[in-house]
């Protein structure tokens, strides 16, 4: 089947819920209405049935500038690298998995211009319905939470990072793989001791993905 078929396919096999989430999200403007500097149209990808879905903190600049996809900036790479050694080369990672974001539009360059804001409390809270419905739509049975943001999600917001990654919880019927933010520049990544931790959150997601057949459509 050729994949402008596929895609045909997949986009007819969709509710009319989905695209209307779809349609709302494109759409929004609650952040502008309510003051935030809104640097792109929402990010997000992958197909509504997908089985694992990854959440981040919100798009970068190369994701709202260059390329529409989300985790494609130098921080996605090194995401990339992690789930292909759970099993998921990229190309397939994007093929099967729903990718989205606490935050679905890149929020701007914090004010002195190195690196990017980081969504306020209200743009979290703004966006958040958002979320809520992309997780009861595509009703994944794996969320991986990436960074602390996203985190925060589904933990209490105190909880650390040495405390979660390299384990699982399940919370409402989903079981949930933390990850921390994958920039090169993290100092908690960078650390010998955390990267075994981060082995050990990727052998996890390794075996789910064999024992509940996670890439299977």
């Known amino acids: 089947m050729a994949d402008e078929d596929k895609l045909s396919v997949e986009n007819e096999a969709a509710p009319p819920a989905w695209t209307q989430l779809q349609t709302a999200m494109h759409q929004c403007r609650r952040c502008a209405e309510a003051g935030f500097w809104l640097g792109s149209t929402a990010i997000f990808s992958g197909p509504w049935q997908a089985r694992l879905m990854i959440i981040g903190q919100a798009p970068g600049r190369v994701e709202a500038e260059t390329t529409g996809q989300p985790f494609s900036g130098p921080a996605g790479h090194r995401l990339m690298r992690w789930l292909g050694a759970a099993g998921w080369p990229e190309a397939v ?105 981060i082995r050990a959150a990727i052998a996890i997601i390794a075996r789910l993905r064999v024992e509940l057949v996670l890439d299977a459509m």
Not at 123 to 145: G, K, S, T, Y
């Open 93 to 197: 990672c994007r093929e099967r998995c729903y990718i989205t974001a606490v935050t679905k539009c890149y929020p701007g360059k914090v004010p002195s211009g190195r690196g990017d804001r980081k969504p306020s409390r209200q743009e979290q809270q703004l966006c958040a319905p958002f979320l809520e419905r992309e997780i009861a739509l595509v009703n994944p049975q794996v969320i991986v939470p990436v960074g602390k943001v996203a985190i925060d999600r589904f933990y209490p917001a105190k909880t650390k990072l040495d405390d979660i990654i390299g384990s699982s919880t399940e919370i409402a019927g989903r079981i949930i793989v933390p990850l921390p933010h994958p920039s090169g520049a993290s100092a908690w990544t960078n650390s010998r001791h955390n990267q075994a931790k």
